[in-house]
């Protein structure tokens, strides 16, 4: 089956969070969501989400370049019928180097339209298995190291397998400890530092090693894979990558000099599903566990999380709250929800995302919109 785009329709959305996330390198209170929708030759819809933020905080790229690249470079590379959506994957890259979240917002749209074309569901056509997702909160930098208490103890109840908390200079050891005082032993607990220290601070992290932590992700800057190792032989917490991991590539250079123990795979940072597959199979070959991060997406941007974590070796919990952690009212029906037991169920008997896209709440948060023919 090819695939003929006719219609690429790009419309950034504004959707408020219930409560600010704050993480090292800045705050985000209102989610702009840039969102694709791509129509092809038989009318087939499938719509999909860049995860790009408003500022390059976390990456290089944001919602204004992606959209930039994906209406000026991408879209029009679609102009030609594909055999499949590796077949995307290809063009981009030969193209287009970099913006891989602006190519991973067309590239998974297209993998969803391939899935709604065959009648299956988005897992089934990624080679998941998995029915069921645990599920881990990342909870955003609080006021003072109570507050922080008082949202983990809440999240454990609420049935989280994991809580990971968001770390900073002015905001780690005491923090850390409060939350895990609060947890008690047995819970996991992770940090994610989005690259706030430098190598200087080894020592200072060491003291995390106290507390039992799962993993420390990203404590370095993402480029800097050599130091990262440095940091990993002098501690016991197991160090996790998120922003370094840009390519299967990088994951293989990540593992052969000691840089993790762990990956993090966000297919929208990556470049989209065939890079995020790439990434798992290297880790999965080198016996190394990972987990599929989140972004703040909506609850399309979620469908593609899920179904990627369906896959055999995303063996940890993944950040994957249900809908109604960050929104009051999402753009999809029926919303996003976890079992009493911290797990998320893959809706594997349903085409596509697997969820109904809420046209109308979508046109109601709708900021701006532009329509390429490719
Ligand atoms: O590092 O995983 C991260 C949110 C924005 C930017 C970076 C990160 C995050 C999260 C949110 O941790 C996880 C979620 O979507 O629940
Ligand atoms: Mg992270």
């Known amino acids: 089956m090819t695939i003929a785009i006719r219609r690429v329709t790009l419309r950034e959305i504004a959707l408020p969070l219930r409560e600010p996330f704050r993480i090292s390198s800045g705050v985000t209170s209102v989610r702009r969501i840039l969102l694709v929708r791509l129509e092809d030759a038989d009318g087939t819809v499938a719509w999909g989400e860049c995860v790009a933020g408003e500022a390059p905080n976390y990456s290089p790229e944001t919602v204004d370049t992606a959209r930039h690249a994906i209406a000026t470079w991408l879209a029009p590379l679609l102009r030609e019928t594909l055999a499949d959506p590796a077949d995307a994957t290809a063009r981009f890259d ?3 180097r970099g913006h891989r979240m602006a190519k991973a917002a067309l590239e998974m749209s297209i993998w969803t339209l391939a ?25 955003g930098i609080q006021p003072n190291p109570a507050a922080l208490a008082a949202k983990a103890t809440a999240a454990a109840r609420e049935g989280y397998r994991r809580i990971k ?11 850390v400890r409060a939350a895990r005082a609060a947890l008690g032993p047995d819970a996991c607990l992770s ?12 020592h200072h992290l060491a003291q995390l ?37 840009t390519s299967a590539a990088r994951a293989e250079d990540a593992l052969a000099l000691g840089s993790a123990r762990i990956i993090n795979i966000k297919p929208g940072r990556v470049g989209g599903f065939t890079h995020a597959k790439a990434i798992h199979d290297v880790c999965a070959a080198a016996g190394v566990p990972v987990w599929c991060g989140g972004m703040l997406e909506s609850g399309i941007g979620r ?24 929104w009051e009212r999402d753009i999809i029906s029926p919303p996003w929800t976890m079992t009493g037991d911290g797990q998320v169920r893959v809706p594997s008997n349903r085409p596509g995302l697997g969820v109904a896209v809420d046209e109308d709440r979508v046109d109601e948060l709708t900021v701006r919109q532009e329509e390429i023919r490719p």
């Open 209 to 245: 090693d106290a507390f039992d932590v799962a993993m420390l992700e990203q404590p370095l800057e993402p480029e800097d894979l050599r130091r990262h190792a440095e940091l990993q032989r002098t501690l016991r917490t197991p160090l996790c990558l998120d922003e370094s991991i």
């Open 303 to 326: 469908a593609c999380n899920v179904a990627l974590a369906s896959l055999p070796n995303f063996t940890l919990p993944g950040d994957l709250s249900p809908s109604a952690r960050y």
């Open 94 to 96: 030969a193209h287009v």
């Open 165 to 175: 908390v968001k770390i900073a200079p002015s905001a780690d050891v005491t923090f």
């Open 115 to 139: 899935a709604e074309q065959r009648g299956v569901s988005l897992s089934a056509l990624l080679g998941g298995k998995r029915e069921l997702i645990p599920v881990g909160i990342s909870l």
């Open 191 to 202: 940090v994610d530092a989005n690259a706030a220290y430098t190598l200087a601070d080894a």
